[in-house]
């Protein structure tokens, strides 16, 4: 992993360490960064699910939970 300097808002940095529940400058940044990515990918499936026939997504459900 590279390393990288930034100048960070520390009031930001601070509440974001109480949000995700790190200690650390580095922890906080990797956790803040993975959840962006988390939430975009979130964000796209549910986009793609909006966009499934209602029936074909029931028939999916059904044969999921056989």
């Known amino acids: 992993m590279g390393k990288t300097v930034a100048n960070v808002d520390e009031g930001t940095l601070s509440e ?3 949000l ?4 650390n400058n ?3 940044v990797n956790a803040a960064l993975r ?3 988390r939430q975009k990918l979130a964000r796209e499936f ?3 699910m909006r966009d ?3 029936e074909e997504l029931e028939k ?3 044969e999921a939970w056989r």
């Open 16 to 18: 974001a360490q109480k």
């Open 20 to 23: 995700l529940g790190t200690t």
């Open 26 to 28: 580095r922890d906080t």
């Open 35 to 37: 959840e962006v990515v």
């Open 46 to 48: 549910i986009d793609e």
């Open 52 to 54: 499934q026939d209602p």
């Open 60 to 62: 999916l459900r059904a």
